[in-house]
Each structure stands twice: as C-alpha cells, then as structure tokens.
C-alpha cells in the first residue's frame, strides 16, 4: 500500500508539472506579445489601447504629436483617454470618441498631462503622470474600466463628448443622471466616408458634482480626499439600454482576467517553437490580426445593420470592413485558425448585401468602417472551404453589385475583373451554367485592358504612383494583380521565359511596393515562372531580411534607396509609410511564417514555404496540424522534399482541404534551390 501511496503521488506531481508547464506555456504566450509594436511615427499606425479581441472598444491616451490612432508612442504630452480607433489603417485614422481626462485642482486648466511611465499587455494599459496621477485601464468585451490614483487635495474629471480623430465629429446628445452620463456620439467613418453612431454610458462613484463645460463637455468634481476612482465605461453599436448594460461594474481583477484568457484562448490557437525573438515577434504580429471586424452583436442577439435598423441573430455578428485591405492575408489566416469565429465574420458579410452594402460606408453604419471591395471573393472563397453561404437569398444583390463595377481606370479594370470571376465561381456552385460563362466571359475581358496599359513598360508614366488614375500604385505594380488567371497572365506577358524575365525585372529592380496591398503578394507568381525556387528566397527576405523600396504611401517614389527590414519589434516597426491596414500586413508574416500563403482568394489552394519555426501546431482545424521542418538553418530558405502524413506529396502546395483533415506536414530545407515539385504546380486559370 505504501508503495501504492508512493507512485499515486508520484503520478499526481507529474500531472501538476505538467499541468503548471502548460499553464506556464499559456501565460509566456501573451506576455510574449509588445503591443508597442508600430505605435511611432507612420510605421504602422498601431496603438498599445486596452482592448479585447474583435471589439470595438478600445482605450489609449491621447497624445501630442498623435499617429492616425490618437498615440505616438515617443510622445510625453497626454490630453486624455479616448475609447475606440481602427487599428492600423489610414486617411488620418478615424475614431477618438469620449474623450476622458483627470485632472487637479478646482477645474481643468486646460494643460497636457505629462508622461512618466507606461507600460501595457493586451486588454490592459497603465501610465503614471508627473503631477502624480496614475491610471490604468482593463477592457473586457463592450466593458471598460479606467482605474485613476490621486494625490491629496481638489480633483476632478473632465468629459469632451465631442472629441474625435481628423474632424470625423457630426454630433452627440448626452443626458447626466445622478453618478453616469449617458448618449451617443456620431462620427464619420473611416475616410470620411460614411457616418456611424456609438452608444455609451460612463459611470462614476457617488458623491460628484458635475459641471457643464462647453456646448459637449461635462466636468465631474470628486471630493477632495478621494484617493481611487473606478470610472466604467459601457458602449454598444445597439443602443443606449445595451451600453448601460456593458457599463455594469465588476472587480478590476476580473475584468482582467477575462480579457487575458480570451487573449490567450486565442494567441494559443497557433503554437510555434524557435528563435525566443522571432516568437515574440510573431505573437505580436498574431495579436494584431485578432482586432478587428468588431462584434456588433449584443448577448441577446440584438445588432444594428447597415440600414439603420435593429435586428436579432442566433449567431454573433461583425461590421468594421477593410477587405480591399486584408482579404489576400488577415481573412484566409482566420479561416484556417479561426474556423467557427470565421464562420460568423463570412455570414456577417454575406448580411450586408439584403441591406444596401456599398463599397465604402453610408449614413448608417453600425459601427467604424473602411471598405468592402471584393467580398464577393471572399464569399465564394469561404464556400469552396466549407464555410456555409446562402448564395440564393442575395443573388440579385449580388448581380446588382457587379453591374456597379468600374471599369474606367487600368487599375479597377483589373479588380473589377476578379469580382466577375467569382461570380462566375458562385454560378458553378449555384447551377447556373449560363450565368458562370456570361461572367467568365466578362472576366476575360481584362485582357483587353492588359495589353493596352500593362503590357509596354517603355512609357515614361510605368514607374509613377497612381499614374492614369490608379490607386496607389504603379503600372509596374498593378500588371500582376490578375491571381485568377496566372495561366492568362503568362501567356500575355509572352511565355514562362518572357514572364520569369519580367518578374526578375520587377523585384531585382525593387519596382515592387511592399508597403502597400496592390502588389503584396506579386512574389508568388514565381510558382508560374522558370524559378519557383525564387519564390522562396523572395518571403524569407521580406520576412526576416532587409529590403530596399522605393515607393511609399504618400503617392511618392523616393529618391535614393530606404532600406530596412520590415517586420521588427518595437515602435517604428515597419518600413516608413507602411499601415497594417487591419491586420492586412501582420497577417502576411504570420501566413509566412506558418510556411504557406493562399494561391489566389477565391481558390482554397495554399502556396508552401520553409517555415520561420521548426515546429508548429495549428489547433483551428479540425485536427491538429503539425507543421515541422527538418534540416531547419538560418541559411536554408529552399524546399528539397514535402511529406504530408510520411508520404512524399511531390508538390509545392496544400489544400485547404488537406489542411482541415490534421496530421503532420515536414517540410525538408536546404541551402540551395530545388527543383522538387516543379513539374506539379498548382496554377490559377480560367
């Protein structure tokens, strides 16, 4: 019996060392991620705001000088707390709502609050103030808590309900009821664009005196021995009953705790083992995926559409679009890590066709939003991935959208040509035999287009950002943007040689842009060309390495040559003028860094690349999917050999198919090219 005892205990301590290992495993993922990374300056546009997965609330300090998400992270002066921002995207940011301020003294005079320290995690913010005032700051779901330290003698808070990012205000109505303001806020959309509302209620302790301030400001005056203060802040996209709810008050520590776990439930859905920097670089880039769309949905199923008007849903749903921005990248990394939230982000875009979706924003949007261009991809891309879509009930709103389409510009000739063939795409799914040859037909159209503006690159204007009207790009960029139909785009570039010499052209030259979307991914058309083995050298670099551009966000084509890595830890992250553009560019180091990115949206086809891990484990599937590299070396950037459950698939690609059934893939590196698997590409064609 003793020795029954001995191996019980034995066995029970094992347990708990594994069990404190794996709980050690999950606290190291979220203290691994700096969310100070890109909050300096234009590398970026990020903030290190208190916020929760995909919601739209989100606390940060108000800076001068401010980025577009009202912080600059080497900035001293703060004028307060704002309560909501879209991460990473530009037109000057949008949001800056409920401008919140402690202050000293019989009222506000009016000064910055100056900066001692700070440090922040996510779902957390903390910063201590020369006057010696601290705040910190926890937010859960549509929940936020500012928790303020005081020093002895007059205090107060102050309230700009009328505050906001690049003039983005319309209007608020605000009523005060004993200890809480409650109201909304309109504000313009990102861009301008559009016009959303947020619902809100601030809640203070007892005993405070408030005080007009302004046509939209209030003033709370605490008594003078008050030490602490817990304000808590509810908001809704619903209504003002909903954001009272959300304004109920709960303990800091739990607060906290919930937040930490979602972040962490969801952070630990990827594990990756190798370089301690180069995890926390990718935790960090991995956090930065996980902010937006924002749940508009209420517990109890209530959400406001895009008319305006209210609604009930059984399931959660999202608003707050940048898809032009990260449909190549940060919707297909949730697809394959996020399966049951990504089926309800794809019903959500589905949901704005019956109410009026425009491919900006209108008049009343639930909640912050940039764009919409291409969901039709996105949507059959989800179909061909399992994901359920009610094609039937928005068919015609679908159809009525692509007779919309410009077709004016070099630039939307060649988008406008990826839509129609998606609906080409849902025309299959749907039966319509007719209906998918009359798009494909249209779709094939963009040749045209092609060969009168893409094909010559001897006119002077090739090199010059938005030349003939484009958006943000460059002839030279945009004659790639065909993913759909690479077979196409070979034979009209004059063959695989004539197409492997323009690519080499295109990058050796560092004609690409890689601060921007229109070309991301233009690197992956070596799979097309004569070096697919370039293809891999190309996303090690971009990744991990430095790279030269010359072309930047501001429309302009610098002179000489800016050269630095794009992905780095800390503050000035990316390359100058690059935004993240809602996870678009984290995501690409996240795909990248997995070792596979998606062929063409639209086709649930994955392009493989020797990981930046040894090891990796994707939990988002429907079985684990183990992903490890043999031979793994700084140095060894090629593919030599690809096995999926111990046999050799001869292939440079995965379906996402494969990906969904779990088991393991080895990917063997080596320091030179390879020809493995170059008789076997996956190409895109019509």
Partial sequence: ??????????????????????????????????????????????????????????????????THTGYEFLAKEVWGFTHNRFEGVGCQGSGGLLLIKPFLGAQDDGAPLMKVTEQAAPGTYGISFTNGIKAEMVVNKQTGLHHYTFPQGEKGISLDLAHSFNAAFVEEEHRLSGNTVTGWVAAKTTCHVGTYRLYYQIRLPENVIWKKQGEHGVVA????????????????????????????????SSLRRESEQAWESLLGQIEVLGDPDRQQLFYSLLYRTLQSPYRISEQDGTYRAIDGKLYRTEQPTYHGWAIWDNYKTQLPLLSIAYPALYGDIVSAIANLYPYGKKDFAGPTEPSNTVRTEHAVVVLLDAAKKGYPVDFVSIKDSLLAEADRLDHT????????????????????????????RDYRAKALQYRTQWNTDFKDLTKRDVDRMSARGMYQGTIRQYRWAVPFDVKG????????????????????????????????????????????????????????????????????RGIGSHIDRIYKNEPKAYIRTMDDD?????????????????????????????????RIVLKGTNKLFHIRVENFSPENHYIKRVTLNGKDINKLWISHAELQAGGELVITAAKEPQSYGQDAHWIARM
């Fill in 582 to 614: 809602a996870g678009a560019m984290s995501a690409w180091f996240v795909l990248t860094a997995i070792g596979m990115q998606q062929a063409c949206v639209g086709e649930p086809i994955y392009y493989l690349n020797v990981p930046l891990f040894e």
């Fill in 221 to 252: 005056l605490l008594p003078p021995g008050l030490k602490e203060l817990r304000l808590v802040v509810g908001t809704s996209s619903v209504d003002e009953r909903h954001a009272a709810e959300n304004a109920q008050e709960a303990a800091p």
């Fill in 409 to 436: 510009k070099p630039d939307r000739a060649l988008e406008s040509a990826y839509d129609l063939w998606a609906l080409a795409g849902i025309g299959n799914l749907l039966g319509d035999d007719k209906g998918a």
């Fill in 1 to 66: 019996m003793q020795i029954f005892n001995i191996r019980l205990s034995i066995a029970i301590f094992l347990m708990s060392a594994k069990l404190l290992m794996a709980q050690q495993t999950e606290t190291r993922r979220l203290e691994q991620v700096n969310v100070f990374l890109g909050s300096s300056g234009d590398h970026g546009q990020l903030s290190p705001a208190a916020s929760y997965p995909f919601s739209a609330l989100s606390i940060a300090p108000q800076t001068y000088p401010h």
């Fill in 489 to 556: 785009l070979v034979e009209l570039a004059g063959g695989k040689s004539a197409f492997t010499r323009q690519l080499d052209d295109f990058f050796d030259h560092h004609y690409f842009n890689r601060a921007n979307e229109p070309d991301m991914q233009a690197q992956m058309l070596y799979y097309a060309s004569d070096k697919p083995w370039k293809y891999q050298q190309l996303v090690h670099q971009l990744a991990v390495d430095t790279v030269i551009q010359h072309y930047f966000n501001d429309n302009s």
